[in-house]
Protein backbone atom coordinates (compact mmCIF):
# COMPACT_ATOMS: atom_id res chain seq x y z
CA UNK A 1 0.00 0.00 0.00
CA UNK A 2 2.48 2.17 0.91
CA UNK A 3 4.97 1.49 -2.09
CA UNK A 4 2.18 1.65 -4.10
CA UNK A 5 0.83 5.14 -3.13
CA UNK A 6 4.37 6.78 -3.18
CA UNK A 7 4.65 5.33 -6.72
CA UNK A 8 1.29 7.01 -7.80
CA UNK A 9 1.32 10.38 -6.13
CA UNK A 10 0.82 12.80 -8.38
CA UNK A 11 4.45 14.86 -7.09
CA UNK A 12 4.35 19.39 -6.46
CA UNK A 13 6.56 20.86 -7.78
CA UNK A 14 8.14 21.03 -4.27
CA UNK A 15 8.17 18.08 -1.92
CA UNK A 16 9.98 17.85 2.15
CA UNK A 17 10.32 14.36 3.02
CA UNK A 18 10.09 14.02 6.94
CA UNK A 19 10.96 11.25 8.77
CA UNK A 20 8.89 12.11 11.49
CA UNK A 21 9.59 10.04 14.26
CA UNK A 22 13.36 11.34 14.02
CA UNK A 23 12.32 14.87 13.96
CA UNK A 24 9.96 14.68 17.03
CA UNK A 25 13.05 13.11 19.29
CA UNK A 26 15.31 16.25 17.73
CA UNK A 27 12.64 18.46 19.47
CA UNK A 28 12.28 16.68 22.62
CA UNK A 29 15.75 16.89 23.35
CA UNK A 30 16.37 20.71 21.98
CA UNK A 31 13.38 21.43 24.59
CA UNK A 32 14.81 19.81 27.48
CA UNK A 33 18.09 21.27 26.86
CA UNK A 34 16.68 24.96 26.05
CA UNK A 35 14.51 24.86 28.83
CA UNK A 36 17.68 24.16 31.05
CA UNK A 37 19.81 26.62 29.45
CA UNK A 38 17.26 29.71 29.07
CA UNK A 39 15.39 29.28 32.16
CA UNK A 40 11.83 29.36 30.24
CA UNK A 41 9.19 26.72 29.39
CA UNK A 42 9.38 26.09 25.92
CA UNK A 43 6.07 24.95 24.24
CA UNK A 44 5.24 22.17 21.36
CA UNK A 45 6.84 23.11 18.22
CA UNK A 46 4.55 24.90 15.74
CA UNK A 47 4.10 22.43 12.58
CA UNK A 48 3.01 25.47 9.94
CA UNK A 49 5.80 27.40 11.13
CA UNK A 50 8.80 24.99 11.06
CA UNK A 51 7.23 23.99 7.40
CA UNK A 52 7.75 27.21 6.53
CA UNK A 53 11.39 27.74 7.86
CA UNK A 54 12.00 24.17 5.90
CA UNK A 55 10.71 25.22 2.81
CA UNK A 56 12.73 28.81 3.19
CA UNK A 57 16.01 26.85 3.84
CA UNK A 58 14.99 24.56 0.71
CA UNK A 59 14.86 27.72 -1.47
CA UNK A 60 11.30 28.69 -1.68
CA UNK A 61 10.42 31.97 -2.08
CA UNK A 62 7.13 34.37 -1.39
CA UNK A 63 4.83 33.23 -3.32
CA UNK A 64 2.29 30.82 -4.79
CA UNK A 65 3.62 27.91 -4.56
CA UNK A 66 2.25 24.37 -3.83
CA UNK A 67 4.42 22.37 -1.57
CA UNK A 68 3.72 18.91 -0.64
CA UNK A 69 5.27 17.36 2.80
CA UNK A 70 5.37 13.56 3.61
CA UNK A 71 5.56 12.98 7.18
CA UNK A 72 6.95 9.33 7.28
CA UNK A 73 6.10 7.69 10.60
CA UNK A 74 5.74 4.33 12.71
CA UNK A 75 4.16 5.98 15.88
CA UNK A 76 0.70 7.32 16.03
CA UNK A 77 1.94 11.05 16.41
CA UNK A 78 4.24 13.37 17.38
CA UNK A 79 4.38 14.50 21.03
CA UNK A 80 6.68 17.80 20.03
CA UNK A 81 4.48 19.19 18.04
CA UNK A 82 1.52 21.17 17.65
CA UNK A 83 -0.31 19.35 15.69
CA UNK A 84 0.76 16.02 16.00
CA UNK A 85 -1.45 13.52 15.80
CA UNK A 86 -1.19 11.79 12.08
CA UNK A 87 -4.91 11.46 12.07
CA UNK A 88 -5.36 15.02 12.22
CA UNK A 89 -2.68 16.01 9.59
CA UNK A 90 -2.77 13.83 7.01
CA UNK A 91 -4.60 15.42 4.52
CA UNK A 92 -4.59 18.76 5.75
CA UNK A 93 -3.31 21.72 4.03
CA UNK A 94 -2.54 25.22 4.69
CA UNK A 95 -1.44 28.71 3.01
CA UNK A 96 0.88 31.14 4.06
CA UNK A 97 3.33 33.44 1.98
CA UNK A 98 5.07 30.74 0.76
CA UNK A 99 2.07 29.02 -0.57
CA UNK A 100 -0.10 25.94 0.04
CA UNK A 101 1.54 23.37 2.07
CA UNK A 102 -0.41 19.71 1.75
CA UNK A 103 0.42 17.07 4.07
CA UNK A 104 -0.01 13.40 3.75
CA UNK A 105 1.11 11.28 6.46
CA UNK A 106 2.50 7.78 5.57
CA UNK A 107 2.76 4.80 8.34
CA UNK A 108 5.46 2.44 7.90
CA UNK A 109 4.51 -0.76 7.43
CA UNK A 110 5.61 -4.28 8.58
CA UNK A 111 6.83 -5.34 4.96
CA UNK A 112 9.62 -2.51 5.34
CA UNK A 113 11.99 -0.92 7.35
CA UNK A 114 11.53 2.87 8.04
CA UNK A 115 15.01 3.47 6.27
CA UNK A 116 14.16 1.52 3.41
CA UNK A 117 10.70 3.48 3.25
CA UNK A 118 12.70 6.44 3.15
CA UNK A 119 15.24 5.84 0.75
CA UNK A 120 12.99 4.12 -1.47
CA UNK A 121 10.44 7.40 -0.82
CA UNK A 122 13.28 9.68 -1.47
CA UNK A 123 14.43 8.51 -4.66
CA UNK A 124 11.15 7.81 -6.32
CA UNK A 125 10.73 11.56 -5.47
CA UNK A 126 13.36 12.86 -6.74
CA UNK A 127 12.91 10.72 -10.11
CA UNK A 128 9.87 12.11 -10.65
CA UNK A 129 9.88 14.80 -13.17
CA UNK A 130 7.11 17.44 -11.45
CA UNK A 131 9.78 17.91 -8.90
CA UNK A 132 11.67 20.69 -8.97
CA UNK A 133 13.16 21.40 -5.36
CA UNK A 134 13.43 18.32 -2.93
CA UNK A 135 13.59 19.22 1.07
CA UNK A 136 14.92 15.98 2.98
CA UNK A 137 15.06 14.89 6.40
CA UNK A 138 16.14 12.10 7.25
CA UNK A 139 17.07 10.32 10.73
CA UNK A 140 21.11 11.34 9.68
CA UNK A 141 22.38 9.69 12.67
CA UNK A 142 21.57 6.61 11.26
CA UNK A 143 20.93 6.69 7.79
CA UNK A 144 23.05 9.73 6.02
CA UNK A 145 25.24 7.07 4.00
CA UNK A 146 22.23 5.72 2.45
CA UNK A 147 20.32 9.05 1.92
CA UNK A 148 24.08 10.44 0.37
CA UNK A 149 24.03 7.08 -1.89
CA UNK A 150 20.51 7.38 -2.90
CA UNK A 151 21.17 11.08 -4.20
CA UNK A 152 24.29 10.53 -6.38
CA UNK A 153 22.50 10.51 -9.32
CA UNK A 154 19.80 13.01 -9.05
CA UNK A 155 19.58 15.25 -12.33
CA UNK A 156 21.46 18.61 -11.19
CA UNK A 157 18.20 20.50 -12.79
CA UNK A 158 16.84 19.70 -8.79
CA UNK A 159 17.60 21.86 -6.50
CA UNK A 160 17.82 19.22 -3.13
CA UNK A 161 18.55 19.93 0.57
CA UNK A 162 19.39 17.30 2.81
CA UNK A 163 18.93 18.85 6.53
CA UNK A 164 21.27 17.49 9.52
CA UNK A 165 21.80 18.50 13.42
CA UNK A 166 25.26 19.01 12.12
CA UNK A 167 27.48 19.62 8.78
CA UNK A 168 27.71 16.01 7.34
CA UNK A 169 30.18 14.85 4.76
CA UNK A 170 29.24 16.23 1.05
CA UNK A 171 26.77 14.75 -1.65
CA UNK A 172 26.01 16.47 -4.65
CA UNK A 173 23.02 18.42 -2.53
CA UNK A 174 22.85 21.35 -0.82
CA UNK A 175 23.09 20.92 3.52
CA UNK A 176 21.17 22.70 6.10
CA UNK A 177 21.35 22.83 9.72
CA UNK A 178 18.25 21.37 10.77
CA UNK A 179 18.09 22.89 14.26
CA UNK A 180 17.53 26.75 13.03
CA UNK A 181 14.00 25.66 11.59
CA UNK A 182 13.15 23.57 14.83
CA UNK A 183 14.45 26.80 16.95
CA UNK A 184 12.03 28.88 15.03
CA UNK A 185 9.64 27.02 15.08
CA UNK A 186 9.96 26.79 19.00
CA UNK A 187 9.95 29.80 19.12
CA UNK A 188 13.67 30.50 20.48
CA UNK A 189 15.21 33.59 19.76
CA UNK A 190 19.10 34.14 19.20
CA UNK A 191 19.06 36.76 21.59
CA UNK A 192 17.83 34.38 24.54
CA UNK A 193 20.85 32.01 24.14
CA UNK A 194 23.74 32.97 26.42
CA UNK A 195 27.62 31.63 25.69
Known amino acids: MTEEWLNRAEWKENVILVDADYVDKVVFN ?12 IPQADM ?3 LECVALDGGIREGNHQTQVVLLHQKEQMDNFLPGAFADL ?6 GPLGEF ?5 PVEEMVTAEELFVDSMQIICNSGDVKRVMVIPDAEHIYNKVREG ?9 VTVFCMQPMEGGN ?3 EILGYSLMAALGIHGDEIKD
Do not use: P, T
Request: hydrophobic letters at 40%; aromatic letters at 10%; proline letters at 0%.
Open 102 to 106: LISCV
Open 90 to 95: DGKAFN
Open 151 to 159: LRHVDNEKR
Open 30 to 41: LIVNFERMIGRR
Open 48 to 50: AKW
Open 173 to 175: YRQ
